[in-house]
């Protein structure tokens, strides 16, 4: 499969970045694969959003239908590794990526197995302004655009007012880049080389002044770390490399 188009005229998207992921587009699903960190941080990621938006919606998180009549979007979704399981859920769920390949192969894994996703090609700056969003995710996207505060703040206009957005980045730190690009991507080799820009990494402190200019306050923020001993993902109080935060309207 190649890639025959991109949604590339929206300011915040790097064509670069594009590129990059829609080479990796048809091993998305492979657990084993190159995107086995995915796989593998994706069940932790779910549960911080179902989690989120249960207390956010009050429902109960132990229901297989938690989610349900919950309009979702997943912003960079990639191949669907999110949507999935939200579907799943009972949330109505739109994908969108500026990747036709991605899109491609989302709609084609969506498919076999029954899932009905709205998959589209394109990007939040071109999301009509009157669709809104009970919830907004920008997860491992901020690092990659090229206008965060541009970015965040059409991310804002996609919400309902009673509505919150996740947010899942990772931080600019000597360790984040030790860890995140030294690590990761040359020793351990989880991630292809050139997968993150440590420059583009965006702090704590730096997200919520973009939030905050949204109208947007952090209600929630966690850290997500590595446990090597462990072999899996948590979540911590360590927001030095990987972090997540929950934002509602101030």
């Not at 915040?12 to 970045?17: L, N």
């Not at 998305?28 to 207390?55: E, Q, S, V």
């Not at 001993?229 to 997540?244: E, G, P």
Request: glycine share 6%.
């Amino acid at each position: 499969m190649t890639d025959t188009s991109h949604a590339t005229s929206s300011p915040s998207v790097d064509p670069a970045e594009i590129a990059r992921f829609s080479k990796l587009s048809e091993t998305w699903w492979d657990p084993n694969g190159k995107m086995k960190p995915l796989h593998r941080i994706n069940p932790l990621r779910l549960a911080y959003i179902r989690d989120a938006a249960c207390r956010k919606f009050e429902r109960n998180p132990k229901s297989l239908n938690c989610l349900s009549d919950l309009r979702i979007l997943d912003i960079g979704c990639g191949a669907g590794l999110l949507c999935e399981p939200l579907a799943r859920l009972g949330a109505q769920v739109v994908g969108i990526d500026p990747s036709e390949t991605n899109i491609s192969v989302a709609k084609l894994h969506a498919g076999r197995g029954h899932l009905s996703i709205d998959y589209r090609c394109t990007t939040v700056e071109q999301i009509d302004l009157r669709e809104r969003f009970d919830i907004v995710l920008a997860m491992e996207v901020v690092e990659h655009v090229t206008d965060v505060g541009a970015f965040l703040s059409r991310c804002a206009a996609a919400m309902k007012p009673s509505g919150l957005m996740t947010v899942s980045t990772l931080n600019r730190t000597w360790k984040s880049f030790a860890l995140a690009i030294v690590g990761a991507e040359y020793v351990l080799r989880w991630l292809p080389r050139g997968t993150h820009q440590w420059d583009k990494f965006v702090t704590l402190e730096e997200l919520t002044n973009y939030l905050d200019a949204c109208k947007l306050g952090i209600t929630e923020q966690t850290g997500v770390v590595f446990n090597p001993l462990a072999d899996r993902w948590s979540l911590s109080s360590d927001t030095d490399v990987n972090y997540m935060v929950i934002a509602e309207s101030l």
